[in-house]
């Protein structure tokens, strides 16, 4: 199917037709409760889960963190190094000036 899968370990178990399953229930997953509607995103820095009730606080920092990362390829578009985006050369003059 070719989709990432995030695994810690293995269950070579088979599956159990001797009793029903549940859905809808909190379940957990690497030490991490996660509860029906909470949203699971993965990549290649890890998995976090995001509970549904903060998921428009998250979501609000998130295009927050997108449009400033958009700020900062401009600038270097602009031919700004990171030392100027950052301030980091105002920070060397200074210790140099010390």
Known sequence: MRF???SHGVNPSG???????????????????????????????????V?????????EKAL???EKEQHIVEELLAGKTTLEIYGFDKLIEKLENM
């Open 4 to 6: 990432p899968v995030f």
């Open 15 to 49: 599956t159990v037709k001797a009793s029903l399953a549940q859905i809808g229930v909190p379940v957990t997953c690497g030490g991490v409760e996660v509860h029906d509607g909470d949203i699971v995103l993965g990549g290649c820095d890890g998995v976090v889960v």
């Open 51 to 59: 509970p549904q009730a903060h998921e428009d606080e998250v979501f």
């Open 64 to 66: 927050q963190k997108v």
